[in-house]
Protein backbone atom coordinates (compact mmCIF):
# COMPACT_ATOMS: atom_id res chain seq x y z
CA UNK A 1 0.00 0.00 0.00
CA UNK A 2 1.48 2.83 -0.97
CA UNK A 3 1.74 6.63 1.62
CA UNK A 4 -1.55 8.19 -0.17
CA UNK A 5 -3.65 4.90 1.37
CA UNK A 6 -2.29 4.75 4.46
CA UNK A 7 -2.97 8.09 4.94
CA UNK A 8 -6.47 7.68 4.10
CA UNK A 9 -6.97 4.43 6.47
CA UNK A 10 -5.32 6.48 9.14
CA UNK A 11 -7.89 9.35 8.78
CA UNK A 12 -10.75 7.01 8.82
CA UNK A 13 -9.26 5.15 11.97
CA UNK A 14 -9.04 8.60 13.69
CA UNK A 15 -13.03 9.71 12.30
CA UNK A 16 -13.86 6.83 13.62
CA UNK A 17 -12.21 6.86 17.20
CA UNK A 18 -13.42 10.80 17.06
CA UNK A 19 -17.01 9.34 16.23
CA UNK A 20 -16.81 6.92 19.28
CA UNK A 21 -15.32 9.44 21.50
CA UNK A 22 -18.23 11.92 20.21
CA UNK A 23 -21.03 9.06 21.08
CA UNK A 24 -19.57 8.69 24.54
CA UNK A 25 -19.84 12.47 25.33
CA UNK A 26 -23.29 12.60 24.16
CA UNK A 27 -24.33 9.55 25.96
CA UNK A 28 -22.70 11.52 29.48
CA UNK A 29 -24.49 14.78 28.59
CA UNK A 30 -27.23 13.34 27.81
CA UNK A 31 -27.38 11.55 31.97
CA UNK A 32 -25.42 14.76 33.29
CA UNK A 33 -25.94 17.94 31.76
CA UNK A 34 -23.98 19.97 29.25
CA UNK A 35 -20.32 21.09 30.63
CA UNK A 36 -21.70 24.60 30.31
CA UNK A 37 -24.87 23.18 32.49
CA UNK A 38 -22.34 21.34 34.90
CA UNK A 39 -20.38 24.29 35.56
CA UNK A 40 -22.56 26.74 36.25
CA UNK A 41 -24.50 24.18 38.97
CA UNK A 42 -21.39 23.93 40.54
CA UNK A 43 -20.60 26.97 40.84
CA UNK A 44 -23.94 28.57 41.55
CA UNK A 45 -23.66 27.92 45.93
CA UNK A 46 -20.76 28.35 47.45
CA UNK A 47 -19.38 25.17 48.54
CA UNK A 48 -17.06 24.80 51.71
CA UNK A 49 -18.54 21.95 54.52
CA UNK A 50 -16.51 23.08 57.42
CA UNK A 51 -18.45 26.65 57.07
CA UNK A 52 -21.93 24.35 56.64
CA UNK A 53 -22.03 25.40 53.12
CA UNK A 54 -22.78 23.30 49.97
CA UNK A 55 -23.01 19.22 49.75
CA UNK A 56 -20.72 17.25 48.03
CA UNK A 57 -23.26 14.65 46.68
CA UNK A 58 -25.05 17.42 45.47
CA UNK A 59 -22.11 18.41 43.65
CA UNK A 60 -21.76 14.85 42.89
CA UNK A 61 -25.45 14.27 41.87
CA UNK A 62 -25.63 11.10 43.90
CA UNK A 63 -27.92 9.79 47.33
CA UNK A 64 -25.67 9.56 50.02
CA UNK A 65 -26.62 6.01 49.91
CA UNK A 66 -24.91 5.33 47.02
CA UNK A 67 -21.69 3.03 47.55
CA UNK A 68 -18.06 4.02 47.06
CA UNK A 69 -17.92 2.46 43.74
CA UNK A 70 -20.94 4.43 42.08
CA UNK A 71 -19.35 7.50 43.17
CA UNK A 72 -16.51 6.61 41.74
CA UNK A 73 -18.46 6.66 38.44
CA UNK A 74 -20.12 9.59 38.73
CA UNK A 75 -16.74 11.38 39.55
CA UNK A 76 -15.22 10.02 36.53
CA UNK A 77 -18.14 11.25 34.12
CA UNK A 78 -18.38 14.80 35.28
CA UNK A 79 -13.95 14.43 34.85
CA UNK A 80 -14.79 13.57 31.66
CA UNK A 81 -17.03 16.50 30.63
CA UNK A 82 -15.15 19.62 32.57
CA UNK A 83 -11.59 18.49 33.17
CA UNK A 84 -9.57 21.55 32.45
CA UNK A 85 -7.62 19.56 29.68
CA UNK A 86 -10.77 18.56 27.89
CA UNK A 87 -12.90 21.56 28.63
CA UNK A 88 -12.02 24.88 27.66
CA UNK A 89 -14.49 27.11 28.65
CA UNK A 90 -13.51 29.76 31.24
CA UNK A 91 -14.53 28.25 35.04
CA UNK A 92 -13.88 24.91 34.46
CA UNK A 93 -11.14 24.58 36.14
CA UNK A 94 -12.53 25.95 39.15
CA UNK A 95 -15.55 23.73 38.76
CA UNK A 96 -13.39 20.77 38.46
CA UNK A 97 -11.87 21.70 41.98
CA UNK A 98 -15.28 22.04 43.56
CA UNK A 99 -15.96 18.55 42.20
CA UNK A 100 -12.59 17.05 43.22
CA UNK A 101 -13.23 18.43 46.65
CA UNK A 102 -16.51 17.17 46.79
CA UNK A 103 -15.15 13.65 45.51
CA UNK A 104 -12.45 13.41 48.88
CA UNK A 105 -15.42 14.54 50.87
CA UNK A 106 -17.35 12.18 50.33
CA UNK A 107 -14.98 9.14 51.37
CA UNK A 108 -14.04 11.50 55.04
CA UNK A 109 -16.15 9.00 57.53
CA UNK A 110 -17.49 12.07 59.19
CA UNK A 111 -18.79 13.77 56.52
CA UNK A 112 -20.67 10.00 55.89
CA UNK A 113 -22.17 10.26 59.21
CA UNK A 114 -23.21 13.40 58.97
CA UNK A 115 -25.92 12.87 56.15
CA UNK A 116 -26.69 9.20 57.43
CA UNK A 117 -28.42 11.23 60.11
CA UNK A 118 -30.64 12.91 57.81
CA UNK A 119 -31.15 10.97 54.63
CA UNK A 120 -33.84 8.92 55.82
CA UNK A 121 -36.20 11.83 57.34
CA UNK A 122 -34.85 13.87 53.95
CA UNK A 123 -36.11 10.89 51.81
CA UNK A 124 -40.11 11.01 53.97
CA UNK A 125 -40.14 14.88 53.40
CA UNK A 126 -39.62 14.62 49.63
CA UNK A 127 -42.12 11.84 49.58
CA UNK A 128 -44.68 13.30 52.06
CA UNK A 129 -44.53 16.27 50.02
CA UNK A 130 -44.75 14.87 46.59
CA UNK A 131 -47.81 12.39 47.52
CA UNK A 132 -49.40 15.76 48.60
CA UNK A 133 -48.59 17.33 45.25
CA UNK A 134 -49.47 14.74 43.27
CA UNK A 135 -52.98 14.62 44.60
CA UNK A 136 -53.36 17.84 43.46
CA UNK A 137 -51.96 17.51 39.72
CA UNK A 138 -54.08 14.86 39.50
CA UNK A 139 -57.27 16.66 40.26
CA UNK A 140 -55.65 18.75 37.13
CA UNK A 141 -54.54 15.94 34.83
CA UNK A 142 -51.15 16.81 35.30
CA UNK A 143 -48.12 14.70 35.36
CA UNK A 144 -47.12 13.16 39.13
CA UNK A 145 -44.18 13.81 40.59
CA UNK A 146 -41.70 10.54 40.44
CA UNK A 147 -40.92 9.03 44.10
CA UNK A 148 -38.16 7.49 43.23
CA UNK A 149 -35.56 6.90 40.16
CA UNK A 150 -32.68 9.99 39.47
CA UNK A 151 -35.02 13.11 39.50
CA UNK A 152 -36.44 12.07 43.17
CA UNK A 153 -32.70 11.81 44.39
CA UNK A 154 -32.42 14.98 43.29
CA UNK A 155 -34.83 16.39 45.45
CA UNK A 156 -33.48 14.17 48.31
CA UNK A 157 -30.39 16.08 47.89
CA UNK A 158 -31.56 19.31 48.08
CA UNK A 159 -33.56 18.55 50.92
CA UNK A 160 -30.24 17.03 52.46
CA UNK A 161 -28.52 19.97 51.66
CA UNK A 162 -31.39 22.34 53.50
CA UNK A 163 -30.96 19.88 56.62
CA UNK A 164 -27.04 20.23 56.94
CA UNK A 165 -26.50 23.77 55.60
CA UNK A 166 -25.94 26.35 58.16
CA UNK A 167 -26.28 29.83 57.22
CA UNK A 168 -23.14 32.10 56.91
CA UNK A 169 -25.11 34.46 60.06
CA UNK A 170 -25.41 31.25 61.97
CA UNK A 171 -22.00 30.47 61.56
CA UNK A 172 -20.33 33.61 62.54
CA UNK A 173 -22.52 33.78 65.02
CA UNK A 174 -21.51 30.18 66.82
CA UNK A 175 -17.71 31.46 65.58
CA UNK A 176 -18.14 35.16 67.88
CA UNK A 177 -19.60 32.94 71.14
CA UNK A 178 -16.37 30.26 70.96
CA UNK A 179 -14.09 33.52 70.44
CA UNK A 180 -15.62 34.92 73.57
CA UNK A 181 -15.46 31.68 75.69
CA UNK A 182 -11.70 31.10 74.24
CA UNK A 183 -11.03 34.26 75.92
CA UNK A 184 -13.16 34.01 78.85
CA UNK A 185 -11.18 30.51 79.92
CA UNK A 186 -7.56 32.19 78.57
CA UNK A 187 -8.19 34.54 80.95
CA UNK A 188 -9.36 32.29 83.86
CA UNK A 189 -6.21 30.57 82.99
CA UNK A 190 -3.59 33.28 83.27
CA UNK A 191 -5.50 34.32 86.50
CA UNK A 192 -5.29 30.91 87.81
CA UNK A 193 -1.32 31.17 87.08
CA UNK A 194 -0.84 34.57 88.06
CA UNK A 195 -2.33 33.51 91.78
CA UNK A 196 -0.44 30.50 91.81
CA UNK A 197 2.70 32.45 91.00
CA UNK A 198 2.00 34.47 93.40
CA UNK A 199 1.21 31.53 95.93
CA UNK A 200 4.80 30.36 95.00
CA UNK A 201 6.02 33.17 96.01
CA UNK A 202 4.73 33.70 99.37
CA UNK A 203 6.03 30.18 99.68
CA UNK A 204 9.67 31.50 99.06
CA UNK A 205 9.60 34.09 101.19
CA UNK A 206 8.31 32.11 103.72
CA UNK A 207 11.02 29.34 103.44
CA UNK A 208 13.69 32.41 103.47
CA UNK A 209 12.42 33.50 106.81
CA UNK A 210 12.41 30.19 108.28
CA UNK A 211 15.87 30.62 109.91
CA UNK A 212 15.41 34.28 111.54
CA UNK A 213 12.19 32.79 112.82
CA UNK A 214 14.02 30.05 114.10
CA UNK A 215 16.55 32.22 116.00
CA UNK A 216 14.51 34.74 117.35
CA UNK A 217 12.31 31.70 119.03
CA UNK A 218 16.12 30.09 119.88
CA UNK A 219 16.90 33.66 121.61
CA UNK A 220 13.47 34.09 123.26
CA UNK A 221 14.12 30.40 124.85
CA UNK A 222 17.81 31.15 125.75
CA UNK A 223 16.14 34.11 127.90
CA UNK A 224 13.94 31.51 128.98
CA UNK A 225 16.47 29.31 130.33
CA UNK A 226 18.23 32.13 131.63
CA UNK A 227 15.49 33.07 133.85
CA UNK A 228 15.38 36.36 132.89
CA UNK A 229 11.45 36.55 131.95
CA UNK A 230 10.77 34.54 135.45
CA UNK A 231 7.88 35.51 137.36
CA UNK A 232 9.91 34.56 140.39
CA UNK A 233 12.05 37.78 139.92
CA UNK A 234 9.04 39.54 140.46
CA UNK A 235 7.61 37.91 143.39
CA UNK A 236 4.28 34.94 143.20
CA UNK A 237 1.82 36.81 140.44
CA UNK A 238 -1.43 36.65 141.62
CA UNK A 239 -1.00 37.06 145.57
CA UNK A 240 -1.61 40.09 147.36
CA UNK A 241 0.78 41.83 148.18
CA UNK A 242 2.87 40.33 146.08
CA UNK A 243 4.17 43.63 144.16
CA UNK A 244 5.14 45.28 147.90
CA UNK A 245 8.96 44.68 146.84
CA UNK A 246 8.28 47.37 144.63
CA UNK A 247 5.84 49.24 146.17
CA UNK A 248 5.53 50.23 149.69
CA UNK A 249 2.05 50.19 150.98
CA UNK A 250 0.43 53.50 153.04
CA UNK A 251 0.10 52.19 156.25
CA UNK A 252 -1.80 53.53 159.16
CA UNK A 253 -0.53 52.76 163.16
CA UNK A 254 -2.39 52.76 165.81
CA UNK A 255 -0.37 55.71 167.40
CA UNK A 256 -1.17 57.87 164.95
CA UNK A 257 -3.26 60.91 165.32
CA UNK A 258 -6.47 61.18 164.18
CA UNK A 259 -6.85 62.87 160.64
CA UNK A 260 -8.29 66.39 160.71
CA UNK A 261 -11.07 67.47 158.54
CA UNK A 262 -12.30 70.59 157.30
CA UNK A 263 -15.96 70.53 158.91
CA UNK A 264 -16.70 74.29 157.20
CA UNK A 265 -15.93 72.08 153.54
CA UNK A 266 -19.84 72.21 152.23
CA UNK A 267 -19.03 68.69 150.56
CA UNK A 268 -17.15 67.34 153.83
CA UNK A 269 -20.76 68.69 155.97
CA UNK A 270 -22.78 67.05 153.50
CA UNK A 271 -21.04 63.22 153.37
CA UNK A 272 -22.60 60.93 155.44
CA UNK A 273 -20.10 58.30 154.68
CA UNK A 274 -16.58 59.69 154.25
CA UNK A 275 -14.53 60.50 157.08
CA UNK A 276 -15.87 64.34 157.03
CA UNK A 277 -18.80 62.62 158.92
CA UNK A 278 -17.08 62.85 162.16
CA UNK A 279 -19.00 65.61 164.26
CA UNK A 280 -22.05 65.62 162.52
CA UNK A 281 -25.42 65.22 164.23
CA UNK A 282 -26.77 62.46 163.35
CA UNK A 283 -29.31 61.84 166.23
CA UNK A 284 -32.30 61.82 164.43
CA UNK A 285 -32.34 59.30 162.76
CA UNK A 286 -33.13 57.49 166.05
CA UNK A 287 -36.15 59.40 166.51
CA UNK A 288 -36.97 57.14 163.09
CA UNK A 289 -39.62 55.04 164.36
Known amino acids: MDDDGMDALFSSFMNEVSNVKSSKMKKIEGSQGTPEEIIERVLAKPYDPKQGQGSAYHILQVSPEATESEITKQYRKLSILIHPDKCKLEKAAEAFQIVVKAYNDTKDPNYQDKYADVIVEAKNRVRK ?49 AEANAKRLEQAARERREKKKEEQKEIKAWERNKDKRAAGWQVFMNNIQNKKFKTETWKPVGKVGAADVHHKREERKDTDKAAEVDREDKKVA ?17 AWR
Open 129 to 177: AREKENKDRERKGEDPLPTEGMEFDRAVLEECDRMTTVSTEKVEHANSI
Open 270 to 286: RSDVQAGAVGVDSSYKK
